[in-house]
């Protein structure tokens, strides 16, 4: 019994896809975008597709129930952090933090890799929180950026993580993002 989180701020799909070829040479089984069997699955953000719809008949989403299994949609989606560019000296790096409009949003920078969890927090702390960048309110678009530069003390290899937390004032709650690695180049 697993916990799996799937979350895309509007901004990712995931797809069934083709199963192969049978050997008549025709298609193979399709696959379904998300297929839950007995596990918790907290899914936000995403648009699920069906494979090619032949074969087995696959759908977007099937949710087959077991012992202490759920589905859970979440509404608003949970906010979504994504890198623009390649992290290397001189050359600054876009994030940006999809998430709900008039949301507070920071920004964690750190060195180390962590999981931390927070009670009444759907995702965990990823990040140590060597610096905390205020990004600011999320304005009706629901995208927020903001632009890193990298000094020469950044030698190539080294990695920051990045993620990003914000109150959101629609849910009521503390909402963190995912967390992206930062790879000097």
């Known amino acids: 019994m697993s916990t799996l989180l799937l979350a895309g701020g509007g901004v990712s ?6 199963g192969g070829f049978t050997y008549f040479e025709l298609d193979g089984s399709d696959a379904d975008g998300l297929f839950n069997y007995k596990c918790g699955v907290w899914r936000s953000g995403c648009t699920f597709i069906a494979g090619n719809r032949v074969g087995t008949g696959a759908i977007p989403l099937r949710y087959v129930a077991g ?26 790096v876009i994030v940006k933090v999809y998430a709900t409009p008039g949301s ?10 962590i999981v931390a969890p927070t009670p009444g927090v759907r995702v965990d702390n990823l ?59």
């Open 127 to 185: 990040v140590s929180a060597d610096s905390t960048y205020f990004l600011g309110v999320v304005p009706a678009t629901g995208v927020i950026s903001h632009l890193i530069q990298f000094r020469r003390a950044f030698s190539t290899g080294m990695a920051l993580y990045a993620q990003a937390f914000m109150i959101d004032t629609v849910a009521g709650e503390t909402r963190r993002t995912n967390s992206v690695p930062l790879i000097m180049r």
């Open 13 to 18: 799909e995931i797809r069934g896809g083709n």
């Open 67 to 92: 012992p202490g299994s759920f589905d859970t949609p979440i509404s608003p989606d949970d906010p979504t952090l994504e890198l623009i560019g390649a992290p290397s000296y001189g050359v600054p």
């Open 104 to 113: 507070v949003v920071r920004l964690n920078v750190g060195s180390t890799p």
